[in-house]
């Protein structure tokens, strides 16, 4: 936890931390401070990914298959930051200049998230591990 100034204000600042002000006191606090923990780990050949196709966000979401036989609801990994309307529910982490944003009623395995690719050649895209799958 790092002090900073003082005010009288919550906050965020670019890295996304949440500040918590007293009257005397600022505090940062970082993610697991937050008790937000999670392992994300991305693969190489996602970050080339990206960076071909001009962006820097992942957004992992849960897609629901409503069918007679076998309903629940599947991980899905879009490129690019969710729609303006629905940042909020979502959580937001950087890892190595990647923004992953994870949907909040995700759950997710102890050993966490790994971004992958999936596919061969021309037809691979990303792809995601360690999301408890209902």
Known sequence: MQK???????????????YIFCKCQIYVLNQEERGIKMNISIDEKVKEYLKKKGESAITIKL????????????????????????????KRFDI???DIYVHKM????????KIYMEGLSFLSRPAVDGVKVL
Not at 106 to 113: C, T
Request: glycine content about 8%; hydrophobic content about 30%.
């Open 4 to 18: 900073k100034k003082e005010y009288l204000k919550f906050c965020r600042n670019k890295e996304k931390r949440l």
């Open 63 to 90: 897609v629901t298959a409503d069918n007679c036989c076998v309903p629940g609801a599947f991980p899905s990994v879009e490129i690019g930051k969710p729609k303006d309307n629905e940042l909020d529910r979502f």
């Open 106 to 113: 995700i759950e997710v395995k102890e050993r966490g998230l």
């Open 96 to 98: 190595d200049g990647v």
